[in-house]
């Protein structure tokens, strides 16, 4: 069963940046890093929507049009963790960012069966 942790949400004025942080752990087989992960986020009164996606093999995919340009994603294989950069951050952006993970990247959230437990981000003066 995947184990997923995310970390480093915050209060950030507009303009600013964040990084996002999601550690990934298997405990049935050493197997976390060949996960796909995803982000995702929820805004107050909205759905859950796809943000962007990396593969084993760090290709990247964009579900999200809104932070192309702004946001990119990586990872650390040799630490099984995903990290989601966030800059220029608009109020837009407040939402709570969860990662998930699966075998391969899609944007849709009823794919992925692991996810952490969100992290709040919130981009206001």
């Known amino acids: 069963q995947v184990h997923l942790v995310e970390s480093g949400g915050g209060l950030v004025q507009p303009g600013g940046s964040l990084r996002l942080s999601c550690a990934v752990s298997d405990f049935t087989a050493d197997t976390a890093d060949l996960y796909a992960v995803a982000w995702f986020r929820q805004a107050p009164g909205k759905e859950r929507e796809g943000v962007l996606c990396?593969?084993?093999?760090?290709?990247?995919?964009y579900f999200a049009d809104a932070v192309k340009g702004r946001f990119t994603i990586s990872r650390d294989h040799v630490n099984a963790t995903v990290y989601l950069q966030m800059n220029s951050l608009q109020p837009d952006d407040t939402a709570v960012y969860y990662c998930?993970?699966?075998?391969?990247?899609?944007?849709?959230?009823?794919?992925?069966?692991?996810w952490g437990q969100g992290a709040q981000v919130t981009v206001s003066t």
């Open positions: 990396i593969n084993y093999g760090g290709g990247t995919t």
């Open positions: 998930a993970a699966r075998a391969t990247c899609t944007p849709y959230s009823t794919f992925y069966e692991s």
